[in-house]
Structures are given as structure tokens and as C-alpha cells.
């Protein structure tokens, strides 16, 4: 008896996973079109209308708002500076990047006088960027479009959060940072200074014609330089910013060497991010925090690259804090009039990218789809699967262009 009904039990279920497969609907753009809203960016680059209405239940029912980003969207940036305005409306009050901590409190100095940041960055990347190799120091807040939603940050009063490593391309501002707190300068301390800045400086450009950024181990074992920093011993103002130009030297030469440092670049940001967090807590209980990072970093799951980021790390806080995490996936369609449909690198995500326009913005909610998915009822490749369950919106621009160097 037992055997008969184990056997009808295994044959029943069977009987509904081949009814599932078979009443399974493959995914289309088409099917995603009730949750799509396409919108305009108005020219004092604000939004209005249903779009508004939509993004400000988001805002209001989140704690951790993440914009998860491609790098260099020009178009991006003018939505970042709508977008920070609805945010700060809803009592958002901090704004973390894909920056080092030092460098953004740089950021926060020049913040004093919100019309001049942008300039400020120019100055700071005229004086350590490099335009033949199109990098500066402040990286993802480097361009001129950049400035807008930096100087719109700063005109709103957020605290900028810098999450990541220090910029391969800033430690020659870090070290002319460090020697300014210098109680003494001259004699031997100048000498080490002196050396240290033309190694890197040699190093650099000598990487940078290569083609590759390989010279972070050389920074991080040269005599010269720990004994620069040895000299800032008990300076309270030199020795935090010294920790995080090692920490940082310390990722990337992990890198350099080929032992893969994804998974501590990541808890690096995440012990940036607790740090912020609870210094604000000392204001608000549960201070509200938007994140503007590369999409590989704020999935709601690991990674693509089997890196338990910073997106699962905000979605789990969120969950000890019984609140939410809300993420916005950026994707392009258009850029320089050109449809990237079916281009190289494209392929997986085509589907997701029929939704975009050529002259208008496209946000879509995911999340229905994701639920049909989970009840077993459309069909997807593990591209698009990823895709559904690891982010919350889908924003695609107007035909884009890259973001102009600001220098």
C-alpha cells in the first residue's frame, strides 16, 4: 500500500511540473508594458507628472534607496539631479558613492559653497587628473555632468558617504593632503615627501602608457613611502586618511597580483558604510541613505561575480531594521543615435532593453514579473531570471552620450 501510494504521490507530482513547464509563457517586452511609464526630464532637470507620483511612494516606503548605475552616463547624471530632489523631500539626508572616504570629505569641504564644487573638481583634476588618459581623481564624480548632482547635493545640504577604495589615480593628492598636517615640514620629512611624489608620479605615468594601473604594489612595499607615513605617528588628522590610502593600496594590489579582492573591496565598503551609519544614528534612529554605485554592486543577491556586495549587505540591513531596500537598475538602449540592441555585450539584457525609447525616459517595475517567475508561471533565461530577482526598476534613458571629463 505504502508503495502504491509513494508511487501515485511521486507520479501526481511529476503531473504538475510537467503541467507547470508546459503552461509557462516565455517572457516579452510586451508583457512588461502595464508596469512601464515613460517620462521627460524637464530642462531645470526636474520631473513631473505620474512618474513623480510613482518614484515618491518608492522613496517614502524605503529606508536604502540604491541607484544602480552604468558608469559615465551623461544622461544619468542630469536624472541623478532630479532624482536627489525627491529624495530630499522625503527626508533623505545622505548620499553614499563608489569614492573613497577621504575623497568625499573633500567633497564635503568644497560642499560649503555649492556654486563652486563643480570648479573645484576641475581644479583638483586639472592639477592630478589626466586628460590624454581621460582619469582624475574623484572618480564617478569627475565629470561635468557629475557637478550638477554634486552641486545640487550640496545646495540640498546631503552628507556625501565615500564607501570605496581611494582611486588608483588619487594618491598623489592624498600624499600632498597628508604632508600639509604636518607639524614640521621641511628637513627629512620634505626629502621622503619629495621622493614619495616622484614615484608615484613616475610609476603612474609609466603604468598609464602601458596601459594598466599595476603599480600599487610597488606603493605599498616602497621604504619610502611607510616611512613617510611612520613620520605622522600621533597625528589625529594624518593617520585615518593614512589607514584608508593603505587599506586602498592594499585592495588593489591584491588585485594587481592576481588573488581577486572583490569580496574584501566589498566588506571594505560595507565597514565604511556601518561606520557612516552609526555616526548618523547619533542624529536619526534609522537615517535614510541613497546609494549611487555600479549595478554589479547593488544586486539584492550575490553578485555576477559571486561577490556578496553591497546590495545584499543593504538588503539584509534593511531586513534587521525591518524596513526596505528599493533598487533601480540603469540600462541603455540608444547611445549616439545608435540602438545597442543585438551589439556586443548587449545580448543578455536585449530583452529588458526594448522597453527603452530614443527620446524619452523609460522606468519599469520589475517586481510583478519577478513574482510570475517565482510562481512558476513565464519562462526566462538565467540572464534576464537574474535580472528580474535582483532588482527592483528598470531605468533606461533617452538616446545617451559618455559624460564630458571636467577638466
Not at 539584492?300 to 534593511?318: Q, Y
Not at 541603455?332 to 536585449?350: A, H, Q, S, T
Request: charged share 30%; hydrophobic share 35%.
Amino acid at each position: 500500500m505504502r508503495t502504491f501510494l509513494s508511487s501515485l504521490f511521486i507520479g501526481l507530482n511529476l503531473l504538475c511540473l510537467s503541467f507547470s513547464a508546459f503552461t509557462q509563457k516565455p517572457l516579452t517586452a510586451e508583457d512588461l508594458l502595464p508596469y512601464t511609464t515613460h517620462f521627460d526630464l524637464k530642462e531645470n532637470l526636474s520631473l513631473e507628472g505620474e512618474v513623480v507620483d510613482i518614484l515618491e511612494k518608492e522613496i517614502q516606503a524605503h529606508q536604502f534607496v540604491g541607484l544602480a548605475e552604468l558608469h559615465r552616463s551623461k544622461n544619468l547624471s542630469l536624472f541623478t539631479v532630479a532624482f536627489l530632489k525627491l529624495l530630499h523631500k522625503h527626508e533623505f539626508d545622505y548620499f553614499a558613492m563608489e569614492l573613497g572616504p577621504i575623497s568625499a570629505q573633500f567633497l564635503q569641504k568644497y560642499a560649503e559653497n555649492p556654486d563652486q564644487v563643480g570648479e573645484r573638481i576641475k581644479q583638483i583634476n586639472r592639477s592630478y587628473g589626466s586628460k590624454t588618459f581621460d582619469i582624475a581623481p574623484f572618480v564617478f564624480a569627475d565629470r561635468k555632468e557629475d557637478a550638477l548632482f554634486m552641486e545640487e547635493a550640496a545646495r540640498l545640504d546631503f552628507e556625501f558617504w565615500g564607501l570605496d577604495q581611494e582611486f588608483f589615480d588619487s594618491f598623489e593628492l592624498h600624499l600632498d593632503s597628508i604632508y600639509a598636517t604636518a607639524d614640521k615640514k621641511g628637513g627629512e620629512i620634505e626629502s621622503l615627501y619629495k621622493e614619495c611624489k616622484s614615484n608615484i608620479r613616475k610609476w603612474r605615468r609609466k603604468e598609464l602608457w602601458k596601459g594598466n594601473f599595476a603599480y600599487t604594489c610597488k606603493l605599498l612595499e616602497d621604504e619610502s613611502l611607510n616611512d613617510f607615513f611612520s613620520s605622522f605617528k600621533g597625528n589625529l588628522i594624518a593617520e585615518p586618511h593614512i589607514d584608508a590610502v593603505k587599506s586602498s593600496l592594499r585592495i588593489y594590489c591584491k588585485n594587481e597580483q592576481g588573488k581577486g579582492s572583490n569580496q574584501e573591496r566589498a566588506y571594505y565598503m560595507q565597514s565604511n558604510f556601518e561606520q557612516r551609519y552609526k555616526q548618523a544614528q547619533k542624529e536619526k534612529e534609522q537615517p535614510r541613505v541613497f546609494i549611487k554605485m555600479g549595478s554589479v554592486h547593488l544586486s539584492k543577491g550575490t553578485s555576477i561575480f559571486g561577490v556578496d556586495d553591497m546590495g545584499k549587505f543593504l538588503e539584509e540591513k534593511a531586513a534587521l531594521e525591518k524596513t526596505a531596500y528599493l533598487n533601480i537598475r540603469h540600462l541603455r538602449r540608444f547611445r549616439n543615435g545608435k540602438d545597442l540592441i543585438g551589439k556586443k555585450g548587449w545580448e543578455e539584457v536585449g530583452l529588458l532593453m526594448k522597453l527603452g525609447k530614443k527620446d524619452r525616459w523609460t522606468l519599469t517595475d520589475l517586481r510583478p514579473m519577478r513574482k510570475a517567475l517565482q510562481r512558476g508561471e513565464i519562462q526566462v533565461d538565467k540572464h534576464i531570471s537574474y535580472e528580474l530577482m535582483n532588482f527592483d526598476f528598470l531605468l533606461i534613458p533617452p538616446n545617451d552620450k559618455k559624460s564630458k571629463p571636467n577638466f
